[in-house]
């Protein structure tokens, strides 16, 4: 269970889903985690490392919440 928030009040620990941002039938295809400043982390790719990124950068701002 969760309670959607909108971007602006979005906190630190926070989930950030995100949709089409790979080839799969269901609507969440991936997940960062808001770590406050604009940036998450996520682990971009399978078997890759966890990294820091901005939710706001490309691709990612366009597809999340």
Request: charged letters at 10%; glycine letters at 14%; zero cysteines.
């Amino acid at each position: 269970m969760s309670t959607p928030v909108s971007r602006e009040n979005a906190q630190p620990g926070d989930l950030i889903f995100f949709t089409g941002t790979y080839s799969a039938g269901t609507p969440v295809t991936h997940v960062g985690i808001y770590i406050g400043g604009g940036q998450m982390i996520h682990a971009p790719h399978t078997g890759d490392v966890v990294r820091v990124a901005s939710v706001y950068g490309s691709p990612w701002y366009r597809r999340y919440w």
